[in-house]
C-alpha cells in the first residue's frame, strides 16, 4: 500500500498557517490527490477546525496539547483520516506556540511508521508582523525573550521558512525579510508568499511533493526556557452565543465590532496578542475576524455578506496576559456586545489557562552534542 505523506505546517500564532493549509488543499486536490488535515490545539472548540470543515475538507483535531506531548493521538486521528476514503496527503498544523517539532513528532513517525508514513520537509510559517522585530533585534518585540526564543526555535528546526502576507509588505520589506532569515539560517530554503492571494503557493505546494533530505540535527532545546515562554501567554477558548432581539444584524459588522473590542482592551491592558481569532458561525454562514500584533488593526479575513438573528462567536485567544484578566476582558466586551447591539448574549464553554510544561512522548533528537 503507499505510504501516506505526512506534511506538518508549523510557524508562530498568528502566522497564517490554518489560510496557507486551505490552499495548499485546494492546490493538492487540483492535482488530483486526496487530502486529510489535522489540527490542533491546548484547549477545545478550536476555531481552525471550523474553519476548515466548513470549506468542505476532511479534518480530524487533537486538542489538549501539542502533537509533540499527544502523539499517540495524532498517529489515532491520522488513522481515521486514512480510514475508508484514504487521503494521499496529510496536512498537519501544530500549536503554533510548540518547538522541537523535528525531534518529537518527525523522527518518531520516521522511526516508528517508515512503512505506513513518508515525511515531507518540515515547512515553518514566518509571521511578519514579529518576525521583523526579532530577526532585527529590536529592543521592544512585545513579548519577552523567552517567547521570542520559541519564534526562533521553530525557525532554526525548518527545512523550509516560508515568509508568509507578502501581499502587505512592501517588496524593501519582503527582501529584507528573506535576507534576515538567510544570514541567520544559512542552511534554509526561503520561500516568500501570500496565502491569501495564493501568489507562490505553487512553489511552496511542489517543494513539499520533493523527498525529504532527512536532517543530520535537530535543535539544542532548554526546555525551561520553552516552558516559560510558553507559560507567557494566556489562553482562552469559549463561544459566545448572540441573540437578536427583534431585527437581524449584519454578521460581518458585529463580528468586526466585537473583536475591535477585544484588541482595544488588550491593548489598554498593555497585553500583546500572538494571535486572536474569532469565527462567526450559524447553519451555512461562516466568518472570521483576527487580531495578530498590538498596532495593526484587526481584520476579517473571511467574509459571510449576509445578515441573521442568532449567530455563535467562537472565540480563540493566545495574548500575554494573565487568563484571569483575559476572561474578564472577553466578558466585559460580550456584555458591551449585547448592549450596543441590541443582543441577548451569553458566554459559555469557557476554557482559560496558561500552558502546562512540554513533556513529549518521544523525543529522538539528531546530532546534538
Known sequence: MKRLRYVMIGGFLGAGKTTLIGRLARLYREQGLRVGIVTNDQAEGLVDTLSLRAQGFDVGEVTGACFCCKFNDLVRVVGELAGDNRPDIILAEPVGSCTDLAATVLEPLRHLYAAEVELAPLAVVLKPEHGEKILGDASNVGFSPKAAYIFLKQLEEADIVVVNKIDKLSLERVDRLVDQVQERFTDKQVVALSARTGVGCDELAQLLLEPENGRAKTPE?????????????????????????????????????????????????????????VLAADDDLTAVANWVCSGIPPETSIRSAVKAKEVDLVVNARVAIAPEILTSIVNEVAKELGLGWSTNTEVVEMQSFRPGRPMPTHRMPLGQS
Do not use: Q
Request: with cysteine.
Open 221 to 277: 532545546m532548554d526546555y525551561d526556557i520553552y516552558a516559560e515562554g510558553e507559560a507567557e501567554l494566556g489562553w482562552l477558548n469559549c463561544t459566545v452565543k448572540v441573540r437578536g432581539v427583534d431585527t437581524a444584524f449584519e454578521v460581518d459588522d458585529l463580528l468586526a465590532d466585537f473583536v475591535e473590542r477585544l484588541a482595544a482592551k488588550c491593548e489598554s491592558s498593555g497585553a500583546e496578542p500572538a494571535h486572536l481569532k
